[in-house]
């Protein structure tokens, strides 16, 4: 499995996957699923990928190869709007899909679905992210639901519930993501480090800020840290039972 | 769906429950999901359920009828180890499964699978947890993973994985409980209040202190209020980045 999210507050954009790629529990691998298309003041795409692994990575070569053609009808570089390039990721998605689809029907070893989340800004256009779906749909996020997930969702989500709002600054948004990660690598063990994190300040359009955590990142340390010790003084603020107050008293 | 969890520390056991059950989206229901079965100074048994509501019924009718039977040649109070119990109940939900195998195989409307956490005492003996799966069969919990969850157990995992161990007290794990089932409501719309919450202190053999939290209960509001505040809080607590650190200084 895998865990990827992308939130939208009104100053920017967060991403952050993990890097766990497995078949079956005895073939355990680790694979970056953040990729950062830039093209300076022009536009930019940060692309996270779950699901098949031979089915992402057939994608990001089919954007690659799209890219390198000059005539090419379509590429993520040529897209008006940030939700075109959603829909011809999701066709890209579908195609390879469908190649494999008669094999994959007769193997045990899972589908060959892939999700994808797309998030960046094209020059004077807010920026955005998009939730491609296996089956090529796709939905952007909105002000009631700031963030999109990909993958091991569930741990990660209450954290995530509780704290943003589009007025949230880019940074706690970014620290948020790391613990709603942290969470789920901490509750699954199909999701694992290093996280990548990418913070994107709207209408920069420029190279996101980029930082990968492994286990041993100072940053990965000190923020475990401080997290256990935060939820744990959450705790001792919850209300006492009646027999405790008496015995506190 | 349904989130009940069972806790087990060195001084007692923890239940916490849910009240939702749906048929689809459109047939939402309240039903306690919490049974005690309690013989002072004897033995003690409390029967979490979650999955199918036929199912579910109909082995706590099964439970009740071979209680009134004198004769009866196995029976929550007639099982030598709470792991008897387990087994028996367990037998009860495989009988009653298999009685509408066929008719739920035609159906579209899921499945007559049902899970189940028993938990208590019996004297003598020490206070024991078990999850009972669908198929009859049940594990205990340990020191290493002193709860049990059956449900959507996802959201209110990590929670429990950051605070509870065996040393753990039981107000402490209650309130972790509390967190955790209230989490759940609050990401996933198939989970819902009222919560039930039983407390039982080992070795006592009596009725547990059991607490039924409502939307308006002021412990609920008060746990709602101050463990968003704690998060907050655990929030803040979290490294800085370069630039922030330089631009608070």
Redesign the interface.
């Known amino acids: 499995m895998t865990y990827c999210l992308a939130i939208s507050v009104n100053k920017g954009l967060v991403f952050a996957s993990d890097s766990r790629t497995n078949a079956g529990v005895d073939y355990v691998t680790t694979y970056s699923k953040m990729h950062t298309f830039v093209w300076p003041d022009e536009r930019i795409c940060v692309l996270l990928t779950a699901g098949n692994l031979a089915t992402s990575q057939a994608v990001l070569n089919n954007i690659r190869t799209d890219l390198e053609k000059p005539n090419a009808k379509m590429n993520i570089r040529k897209g008006q709007h940030l939700y075109e390039v959603a829909h011809y990721i999701g066709q890209l998605s579908q195609k390879e899909q469908r190649q494999h689809a008669d094999a994959m029907e007769k193997s045990t070893n899972g589908g060959s679905e892939a999700s994808f989340i797309l998030g960046g800004q094209i020059a004077g256009q807010p920026s955005e992210i998009f939730l491609i779906y296996p089956q090529g749909n796709y939905i952007s996020a909105s002000p009631e639901t700031p963030y999109l997930q990909i993958g ?1 969702n ?6 995530l ?3 943003i709002t589009p007025t949230t600054s880019i ?2 948004a ?3 993501a ?2 709603s990660v942290e ?2 690598i ?3 063990i199909s999701v694992g480090p290093p996280i990548e994190l990418a913070m994107y300040t709207s209408d920069t359009i420029q190279e996101p800020y980029h930082l990968k955590l492994t286990l041993n990142s100072p ?1 990965y340390k ?2 475990q840290k ?10 001792d ?5 009646e027999w ?1 107050s008496t015995s506190q008293e």
Chains 1, 2 share one sequence.
């Open positions: 091991e569930k741990y990660g989500k209450p954290i519930d509780r704290i940074e706690d970014a620290r948020c790391l613990v969470s789920t901490r509750s699954n940053m000190s923020m401080q997290w256990n010790e935060g939820l744990r003084k959450a705790c603020r919850l209300p006492r039972f405790e």
